[in-house]
Structure formats: C-alpha cells, structure tokens
C-alpha cells in the first residue's frame, strides 16, 4: 500500500513562510494527492489539491498564497504556505487516491491512503 510521510511543520510567526513535504514510497504520477488540516477538536478541512488533469485547487481561505507542487520524479508533494495567518494553525496531512487524472472532492471518503500528519503554529 502507498504510504505517505508529512515534513515541514513548525513554528512560524505571522507572515512568515512555511513548506511542508510530502514524500510517498512509489511514484504519484497516477494519483491525486491533497493536503488537509485541521485544528484540535474540530473538523479536518480540505487546503488544496493537486493532478494530472486537475487545475491546481485551494480552498479560497489560501487562495493566493498557499502554492501545492510535486517533484521531478513525482515522489514527492509540497505545500508552500505564505503570508501565514494564525488561523493556519493546525495539524497538516497529506492524502492520495489511485487511479483518476482530476482532484475529486475534498471529502474524507474520497481519500484513500493518508500521512501521519505535521504539526503548524502561527504565532507571535
């Protein structure tokens, strides 16, 4: 089964920069690969998404200054956040699913395969 490992995360002040990787065991040529958040009790929360086909998505609290890209050899998912916000706090995850050229929905169910997460705080 594909697995997905989160980096990146830390602690940044307001309008910094952050990047998070996302590095996967095989290639992600054939998959759709996300990224969500979510903050301690609350929901987790669709940030962006990236394929083949797909336009590059981001849900439109990032729009503008989140950037999601992969590597040359497509092992490899990143998330440039800039001019953070306090809001952006939040654990970051990575998610894949096989087998379609377009970003499906941001829903949980449509997500098959899914990192252990990272850990962002926005704070001065």
């Known amino acids: 089964q594909l697995q997905l490992v989160e980096s990146g995360g830390g602690s940044v002040q307001p309008g910094g920069s952050l990047t998070l990787s996302c590095a996967a065991s095989?290639?992600?040529?054939?998959?759709?690969v996300a990224w969500f958040r979510q903050d301690p009790g609350k929901g987790r929360e669709g940030v962006s998404c990236?394929?083949?086909?797909?336009?590059?998505e981001y849900v439109d609290s990032v729009k503008g200054r989140f950037t999601i890209s992969s590597d040359n050899s497509q092992r490899t998912v990143f998330l440039q956040m800039n001019n953070l916000k306090p809001k952006a706090t939040a654990d970051y995850f990575c998610?894949?699913?096989?087998?379609?050229?377009?970003?499906?929905?941001?829903?949980?169910?449509?997500?098959?395969?899914w990192g252990q997460g990272t850990q962002v705080a926005v704070s001065s």
């Open positions: 998610a894949a699913t096989y087998g379609t050229t377009m970003c499906p929905p941001l829903e949980l169910n449509k997500w098959d395969h």
């Open positions: 095989e290639s992600l040529a054939y998959y759709a």
């Open positions: 990236i394929s083949t086909q797909s336009k590059d």
